[in-house]
């Protein structure tokens, strides 16, 4: 055994061949896609409105049609889009991380089974007809279904990812059964229910969104500080612990962002799935595996994903709309077999 | 062979019970691990070596006694001040794709990090350092899964001494890897311990590799330790039947004189084979 190391046989420096890592100018470069993107949606529906008077009447409101609609429709259904997008793509990545699966979507937590079936409960029992109404009653059935996952999840030997799926994926199936019990026999609600559920952005007023807005803003804050324990998580649970960290504890609150983020965005119009599932890898793809790049790529994508197929939704069957639900659907589906068939699955 | 004279022991089990439902894995066992030396853990399957590994690095609580680690128990310190003393790498940790093998081994440094101090320069030195020590400085900008088994083992041990401990634990280093890469990746053991003065405390398989790589061999058996001695103390036909019901000859390695285990095959004596005729001489 001798002490002095064998010299390396001549090894030239390989280098891989460009390997793809998140940098400020790509964040800058969605960022910009995303302002076009926001310019695009403010600009294009059943009544097109030139860009230019899009950007004067947003700075000086004249009571002229394009400014009513600029201001009273558009302006909100965007607003609402970026804040949605931004927390579904956000909540996914924080999903996939944690799980270490690359197949989980937000909506395994249960949370969206929630939300609906708090929204049938407050249509049915209630005779909330008001958009604005339903996202209490969401969000109350969303933090209530998160709250149960919870209990149920971390029965034995406390919370972790794959108890929580499990719970998740049991309580939405419970909570779905009941509210089809309920949508079987009752029409009328059946008939407000739908406008709800399909997902969508339009019709909505600011309020709703000011409402959902803390929910969102803690969902946030917890992501951002969860990035770089993210990261250690992703080498195993043994090995993060040997470096430092409560695993579970991190676990815990990244799920419990993913619940925030997730509940407030379905409260604020309706289940929109797809996004928390295919941004991530999407993401991935341009920011490489450091989550403190996957995250703010995530939410940057996931913005842009939504504000785009919303305008897609406005564009493909004029003068009516689709729902953003509808459309992110029909996107979401083919492009995700596209990103499966071109890589091979990685693991995360 | 040791460089380092000093009894000291910084970590030690004292009585420790550990289980993970009602039947204790490891059962009421003391061991001090000696400072400066290579100590290895081995045993049959599901003999709790892995656990007591695993409890000795604050992975898992003792159900009664406790470890300590520089005379204090364990379980009272910070989870970080722990990892800031001592690492330990896992059997067959896991990656995700197209993690690079330098921003791995920075993963080492978090034990150091303050949220308002990010990275410093010294962090940056002491990547270079583990990357330059464990021959992987050229691999760096690799994604760690283009890398051969050997390869990426190295990978991780630069990552754990990037971490900057004295005490390092490794639950079998060379699992899945080829004989050439086992002796490379616990040469590298050998130098980490020579040459960085690291207290090594490894979980090996291979009696021979443990034999000839170790300073003390811990012997378990059902939770508990059957011998603990120098190799050629521990390792004799004897102690080989009643820990791992294996019938062997132990031999002087020819280069090094270390004990050398050759299982005896119960088929060949059976067999119309010469050389059977040979063993029973």
């Not at chain 1, 209990?151 to 049991?170: E, K």
């Not at chain 1, 470096?243 to 925030?260: Q, S």
């Not at chain 1, 341009?286 to 842009?304: C, E, N, Q």
Request: aromatic fraction near 4%; glycine fraction near 10%; charge should be neutral.
């Amino acid at each position: 055994m001798s002490a002095t190391p064998a010299p390396v046989a001549a090894a030239p420096a390989q280098r891989a061949p460009a390997v793809t890592r998140g940098s400020l100018v790509g964040l800058v470069v969605l960022g910009g896609l995303l302002v076009l993107a926001c310019l695009l949606s403010l600009a294009v529906g059943s009544r097109s409105i030139p860009l230019g008077t899009v950007l004067h009447v947003l700075l000086h409101p004249d009571g002229s049609d394009a400014s009513m609609i600029v201001h009273t429709l558009r302006v909100p259904r965007t607003a609402l889009g970026l804040a949605v997008g931004t927390a579904l793509g956000t909540a996914g990545a924080l999903m996939q991380g944690h799980t270490r699966n690359p197949l989980a979507d937000p909506g395994l937590l249960g949370v969206e089974a929630g939300a609906s079936f708090a929204v049938v409960v407050g249509i049915y029992a209630f005779g909330i007809t008001q958009l604005s109404g339903y996202a209490w009653f969401a969000l109350a059935g969303a933090g209530l279904a998160s709250a149960a996952v919870f209990a149920i999840g971390s029965s034995r030997g406390g919370p972790n990812p794959v108890s929580l799926v499990l719970a998740g994926t049991a309580v939405s199936a419970l909570l779905y059964s009941v509210a089809q019990a309920i949508l079987l026999r009752d029409v009328d609600t059946l008939d407000d229910y739908r406008f709800w559920a399909v997902g969508s952005v339009a019709g909505r007023d600011l309020d709703v969104l000011l409402e959902v807005l803390p929910f969102l803003l803690v969902g946030m804050l917890l992501a951002a500080v969860s990035a770089s324990t993210l990261n250690l998580l992703q080498l195993g649970d043994d090995v993060a612990a040997s470096l430092g960290l409560h695993p579970m504890r991190h676990k815990v609150v990244g799920i419990l962002a993913v619940m925030l983020l997730t509940g407030a965005a379905t409260a604020a119009c309706g289940p929109v799935g797809f996004v928390g599932l295919v941004v991530p890898h999407v993401a991935r793809f341009f920011s490489g595996v450091d989550y403190r790049w996957v995250l703010p790529y995530s939410a940057l994508i996931g913005a842009l994903l939504v504000i785009a197929t919303d305008i897609l939704g406005r564009v493909v069957v004029r003068p009516a709309e689709l729902q953003v639900g509808i459309v992110m659907a029909l996107v979401g589906g083919p492009v995700f077999i596209w990103l499966v068939r071109r890589s091979r699955m990685v693991r995360i | 062979m040791t460089t380092n004279p000093t009894q000291g022991t910084r970590l030690r089990a004292e009585s420790v019970t550990v289980g993970y439902g009602e039947e204790p894995i490891v059962r009421n066992l003391t061991l001090a691990i000696p400072d400066g030396r290579v100590t290895t853990i081995v045993g049959p399957n599901g003999c709790g070596k892995s656990t007591l590994l695993r409890t000795m690095a604050r992975l898992l609580t003792p159900t009664s006694g406790s470890v300590l680690l520089d005379g204090g128990p364990m379980h009272d310190l910070a989870t970080k001040e722990v990892a800031r003393r001592l690492a330990l790498l896992p059997q067959s940790p896991v990656a995700p794709d197209g993690l690079l093998v330098r921003d791995l081994v920075a993963r080492g440094r978090h034990p150091h990090q303050r949220w308002f101090s990010q990275w410093s320069r010294h962090d940056e030195e002491v990547v270079t350092a583990a990357l330059t020590m464990t021959d992987t400085a050229h691999l760096g900008e690799r994604p760690l899964e283009k890398l051969s088994g050997g390869q990426r083992q190295r990978a991780w041990i630069a990552m754990t001494l990037a971490q900057d401990t004295d005490l390092v634990l490794l639950d079998e280093p060379t699992t899945y890897l080829d004989l050439a890469h086992q002796i490379e990746v616990l040469d590298l053991v050998t130098r980490l311990n020579r040459e960085r003065q690291r207290t090594i405390v490894m979980v090996l398989h291979d009696l021979n590799l443990a034999a000839r790589y170790s300073d003390l061999i811990v012997a378990m058996k059902d939770g508990t330790i059957a011998a603990t001695g120098a190799p050629a103390e521990v390792f004799t036909p004897r102690l080989l039947d009643d820990t791992f019901g294996l019938s062997a000859d132990v031999v002087p390695d020819p280069r090094t004189g270390l004990p050398l285990v050759i299982p005896i095959s119960h088929r060949s004596s059976g067999l119309p084979d010469a050389r059977s005729h040979v063993s029973h001489s």
